[in-house]
């Protein structure tokens, strides 16, 4: 079943139809659903960004928060995005640019959007709480710190009593490190802002799927979902427990689809920019720009770094960062494969194993690409034609 927005014009901007799809929970979830919200003042969501299920579960759940008094929703994107999606929502402004450009990890979604104008028709207040530009430049942790501050700032501008439903990525949603998970990743979002308004008044549930498929991971393709048993005999989302203490409970859904989108995704990010040292052993030809479209295999971290990449046309980037960021310094390193990488004998084993894995998913899957984004690959140079 799908619920619709009409298309409509609104304070003389031109609304698009959105619709969302109904994900009915059991009877005895629902209800743990609603005794953890109901002992929570912040409710998170742990997310998987770039699927539909999703904001159509969330527009059914809230119609059942409301009467806990929940009336406002959070939404993992930049803070300057909270008065353009209440903006146009309301119908007095254009769609907002987070939406209008998304990003490759599937969170500026069509179904988002009909999520956003379902709420605010209830008369929900919206707002993006991300971490700031200075925030991402540092560690994960501390986009997270950035995103618990930016949530707690905009819950205090609420009106008094306003319980808030905070939807954001699985990670950021921890209550609890997971005990596989790095230093450098912890404390989360959650268990940043529970420090800060007191665990008892936080609780978070995470969202698993058993298979299907999603628009994310940082660059343009529709990627599956590690398909796990579905242990129930009828195809409604189920609630348990969480064996690892990381949540308040966990959903289950049994799969995934990807989601919508209002333009070519990616943009953002891809086609890449980097400004890299060609050859090491030549400096006088300096650093320049180079344009090409790529997915993420795998990473060393941040900053510093190596990251590597797969472009459309099959050959493998590495970009070496450089001790000031991916935009000052660092080389761009060009190879036919991995194994002709690994031969370098420049990349950790464990870099070399986590590419391959990658890149042998992504073969098996034939890369399956954004259809927006086809015609513009054959336009776009490859890192075989770039003089390196």
């Known amino acids: 079943m799908r619920m619709a927005n009409g298309s409509r014009r609104m304070g003389g901007v031109a609304a698009m139809a959105l619709t969302l799809d109904t994900v009915p929970i059991d009877l005895a979830g629902r209800q743990a659903l609603l005794d953890v919200a109901a002992a929570a003042k912040v409710l998170f969501i742990g997310d998987l960004h770039g699927t539909r299920e999703i904001p159509g579960l969330l527009a059914t759940l809230t119609t059942q928060l409301a009467p806990l ?7 993992e994107m930049p803070p300057e995005e909270s008065g353009a999606l209440s903006a146009w929502a309301d119908g007095k402004a254009d769609m907002p640019p987070f939406f209008a450009q998304p990003s490759g990890d599937g969170r500026g979604s069509l179904e988002v959007l009909a999520l956003v104008r379902s709420v605010r028709g209830a008369g929900w207040h919206v707002f993006a709480f991300d971490g700031t530009r200075e925030d991402w430049e540092g560690t994960w942790a501390s986009r997270d710190l950035g995103m618990a501050r930016s949530l707690a700032m905009q819950r205090a501008a609420l009106p008094a009593g306003t319980r808030v439903l905070a939807v954001c990525g699985n990670g950021h949603a921890r209550l609890a490190r997971h005990p596989k998970s790095p230093a450098e990743f912890w404390p989360s979002c959650a268990a940043d802002l529970a420090a800060r308004i007191g665990a008892e ?13 999603f628009f994310n991971l940082n660059r343009v393709r529709v990627r599956k979902e590690g398909s796990t048993p579905w242990p129930w005999e009828d195809e409604t989302a189920h609630v348990t427990t969480c064996s690892d203490g990381g949540f308040s409970l966990e959903l289950h859904l049994r799969k995934c689809s990807p989601a919508t989108f209002a333009a070519p995704c990616g943009l953002r990010f891809s086609p890449m ?3 890299a040292r060609l050859a090491t052993d030549e400096p006088d030809r300096g650093l320049r720009p180079i344009r090409f479209l790529a997915v993420m295999l795998a990473s060393d971290g941040r900053s510093p770094g190596v990251a590597m990449f797969l472009t459309a046309q ?22 036919p494969s991995i194994a002709e990488a690994a031969q370098t004998g420049r990349y950790r084993p464990g870099l070399l194993e986590q590419a391959a894995a990658e890149e042998g998913d992504l073969r098996a899957q034939e890369i399956e690409l954004d259809p927006h984004l086809r015609p513009q690959l054959q336009a776009l140079p490859d890192a075989e034609f770039l003089d390196v």
């Open 201 to 213: 008044r936080v609780r978070a549930v995470s969202v698993c799927f058993h298979g299907g498929t």
């Open 273 to 275: 920019y980097l400004r």
């Open 69 to 75: 008094g929940y009336g406002a929703l959070g939404l």
């Open 314 to 335: 099959g050959n493998v980037i590495c970009s070496e960062v450089g001790p000031e960021g991916d935009r000052a310094g660092g080389v761009l390193r060009v190879f």
